[in-house]
């Protein structure tokens, strides 16, 4: 598949439309995850309007971002970067060998507590 | 009053006193918990691709279950709520999705979006009324407690219409019918880390203590929730800083059904 082609059809999973971003950068300051991020919320969304896919595809930022929709909330024009983020984490886990999550390393971390919820969320976001 | 109710996978495990509370607590208010017919577990996390489809189905048919016995469709566990409550948004609006989906699950009459899905707290507030359950209370909370709202019951805010979601007041309301005092601190709706914690401990760890330190300056005694997520971390990830509880055990506490 061509960049561009892959440029299309994130911007059409993402939902959203990525022209209309301002760049006030209201997402990247109020993400829980900022500093962990390696591309920021505002980046994601001019990046994948400029059709930057493969920066989009190797930034972990992708593991990071917890989807609590922050991001979305205060931006005064509409876009929504984490449905951004989810666009370019789906389009990476959909590819052969690409999950997130290796099911051996999971008993290691698994403690009594552990609710049914994380394990089935990790799962859904990590993995296809 | 008879409402359908969606448990959820959590509810039926790790996060049993939730349920259970519940239960007690929407006895005691005339409140007759009726679960979903083979619910399936929904996902966890609502999924975001445009394309995904399949991965909303267990939500649709939960939703087209309620719409035929009812009209309404219970949730506890915060995730639920928001994944049940996004696919119904979807199944209402969406129609590249409510097409897909109908074509699907070919249901003999096709499902959208017409059942009302509504959270425990909000059946609290507008189906019970705080007036009423303060009423029932025999045993006054009398303590200091913190609402932990995180992010499931109220983003994104347009679907989900829970609150406002900057500056929410639905938990306080409840604490204080319960006889407590609510405590305001600024960290109450940010996230706790999810999911993340099974990749990276470390964004967590600091996510709830960053929380609980917020709600402890502020002089709450403990937290309380309605996701079994954010309690678990709250209380592993947020190593102890405070003591973290669901909001249905208060409930029970406080209408003596515990």
């Given at each position: 598949m061509d960049k561009t082609e892959m440029t299309e059809i994130m911007k059409e999973i993402s939902g959203t439309d990525v022209r209309k971003c301002m760049k006030c950068g209201k997402c990247s300051g109020r993400c829980p995850a900022y500093k962990d991020m390696d591309i920021k919320p505002h980046q994601f969304v001019t990046m994948l309007e400029k059709g930057k896919v493969e920066e989009l595809l190797n930034c972990s930022a992708i593991w990071n971002c917890?989807?609590?929709m922050a991001c979305v909330e205060r931006c005064p024009r509409g876009v929504a970067p984490a449905q951004v983020i989810e666009a370019v984490r789906t389009t990476f886990t959909r590819a052969q060998n690409n999950n997130g999550l290796a099911a051996e390393d999971i008993p290691p971390i698994v403690d009594e507590l552990i609710p049914q919820q994380l394990l089935v969320s990790a799962y859904r976001k990590y993995n296809k | 009053m008879k409402i359908c109710y969606y448990p959820g996978c959590t509810l039926k495990t790790k996060a049993k006193e939730l349920d259970a509370y519940a239960r007690k607590a929407a006895e005691a208010l005339g409140v007759e918990m009726e679960e979903v017919k083979d619910w399936q577990c929904c996902?966890?996390?609502?999924?975001?691709?445009?394309?995904?489809i399949a991965t909303k189905l267990s939500a649709v048919r939960a939703l087209d279950y309620a719409k035929h016995n009812g009209g309404k469709l219970l949730t506890l566990c915060s995730a639920c709520h928001n994944v049940i409550k996004r696919v119904n948004d979807d199944m209402k609006n969406d129609e590249n999705i409510r097409t897909k989906a109908n074509n699907y699950l070919a249901l003999e009459e096709s499902y959208n979006g017409e059942t009302q899905v509504i959270h425990y707290l909000e059946m609290l507030k507008n189906e019970v009324s705080f007036d009423e359950i303060a009423k029932k209370v025999v045993k006054p909370l009398n303590r200091k407690v913190g609402a932990y709202y995180g992010c499931l019951l109220l983003r994104p805010s347009g679907v989900l219409a829970f609150d406002n979601p900057e500056n929410p007041s639905i938990i306080e309301d409840f604490i204080r019918a319960i006889g407590g005092t609510p405590v305001i601190y600024p960290f109450r709706n940010e996230c706790c880390g999810a999911y993340v914690s099974l990749k990276n401990q470390t964004l967590p760890k600091e996510r709830s203590a960053k929380i609980l330190n917020s709600a402890k300056e502020k002089g709450a005694e403990e937290v309380i929730t309605a996701c079994p997520l954010c309690l678990y971390n709250l209380q592993v990830n947020g190593a102890g800083i405070l003591p973290a509880r669901y909001f249905t055990e208060l409930l029970a506490e406080a209408l003596g059904v515990k």
């Open positions: 917890f989807s609590c | 996902g966890a996390v609502y999924p975001m691709a445009k394309n995904e």
